[in-house]
């Protein structure tokens, strides 16, 4: 892997909204913002259960879940245990790999708490943390709003990995030609 692809777009979906939430699924794809490409048969995808992991659970995300669709409530099953699916993701993830989350607070600090709670080495450096967040208030400062249009398959942590990946190369290459 050349060190342009060295980039993971990780996105979780969870039961609360706290460091401490139960994890229901795990996505992540390889992109390279350099090059504007997203490495979408390189994808990483489990469904955990996440009613063992003693972890939060928010009565008012369980209710949230509730009128999703079905197919975005298919995760819920998941029978991944998640110091299982915390080792893979860690096997997946290429060696010195920057991670990128939509937030930076949300995914990256909650797989970060769950590495702890499971006695597992964190597979990335704090230094190699990035943000879609500042990424899109960068280029909406000088560009103009983006409007973000998820499609069918939010929700799914694989899709949004795949789509916040999509958006963020896209932004990176018309912030890069706006600089030139």
């Not at 009613?51 to 099953?77: F, N």
């Not at 995914?107 to 990335?124: C, F, H, M, N, R």
């Not at 280029?139 to 499609?151: D, V």
Request: proline share 3%; glycine share 8%.
């Amino acid at each position: 892997m050349s060190i342009k692809q060295k980039h993971a777009m990780i996105d979780i979906e969870t039961m609360s909204v706290t460091t401490g939430s139960a994890i229901v699924s795990i996505g992540a794809v390889l992109f390279s913002p350099n090059d504007s490409k997203v490495y979408g048969k390189n994808t990483f995808y489990t469904e955990l259960a996440w009613e063992t992991q003693g972890r939060e659970i928010d009565e008012s995300t369980r209710e949230w879940w509730k009128p999703q669709s079905g197919r975005v409530k298919e995760a819920l099953g998941g029978s991944a245990s998640l110091k299982e699916a915390l080792q893979d993701l860690s096997e997946w993830l290429p060696r010195g790999c920057k991670v990128w989350g939509n937030g930076p607070t949300f995914d990256i600090s909650i797989l970060q708490d769950a590495y702890t709670q499971e006695g597992l080495k964190v597979p990335w450096k704090f230094y190699d943390i990035r943000d879609c967040r500042t990424v899109v208030d960068m280029y909406e400062s000088t560009q103009g709003k983006f409007y973000k249009k998820a499609g069918e398959g939010a929700h799914n942590a694989l899709h949004d990995a795949l789509y916040q990946a999509k958006y963020v190369t896209w932004m990176w290459k018309k912030l890069l030609k706006s600089g030139n």
